[in-house]
């Protein structure tokens, strides 16, 4: 089971450390507001446990506990998946313990309305998995 911090934001958890400028340039993308006007509210954190670990695996190691254990319905990583592919597609890990939808990726540019959508239970974790394309990647709607 992975540790996650008690964060006031939505975590971006650092699992990939080989590259810090890909981590540097994620972190730009995600805090930049969008054409709307929408920032991500997100804490980044490095987490050298996950290390070598697959998606899978990570997401595996979460359990889901919202709202009990955690104060955010979803966890965000930076894993050797997004390091390593063009379009840097992050794992969007579900926590919530009500709903049973598994973990999609995402392009760094769209964590701002995942982010937004969830925390105010504006949308919930199946909407944008399902709108993921099927490479289970979500674009944006």
């Known amino acids: 089971m992975a ?3 008690d964060t006031r934001c939505v975590p971006v958890v650092r699992a990939d450390f080989r ?6 340039q994620l972190k730009r993308d995600i805090v930049r507001p969008t054409e709307e006007g929408f920032v991500a509210d ?8 996950l290390i070598g670990l697959s998606g899978t695996a990570i997401a595996a190691g ?21 390091v390593s592919l063009p379009e840097r597609p992050l794992l969007v890990v579900n926590l919530n313990e009500r ?19 969830l925390s105010i ?3 919930d ?7 993921a394309d099927p490479d289970g990647v979500f674009r944006g709607f």
């Open 3 to 5: 540790d996650l911090p």
């Open 19 to 24: 590259d810090d400028g890909v981590w540097e």
């Open 42 to 49: 997100v804490d980044f954190v490095e987490d050298r446990a």
């Open 62 to 82: 979460y359990p889901r506990d919202y709202p009990r254990r955690y104060r955010h319905p979803v966890v965000f990583v930076v894993d050797t998946t997004t």
């Open 99 to 117: 709903n049973a939808t598994g973990p999609f990726r995402t392009l760094p540019r769209q964590v701002q309305s995942i982010e937004n959508n």
């Open 121 to 123: 239970a504006n949308m």
């Open 125 to 131: 974790f199946h909407e944008f998995a399902r709108s």
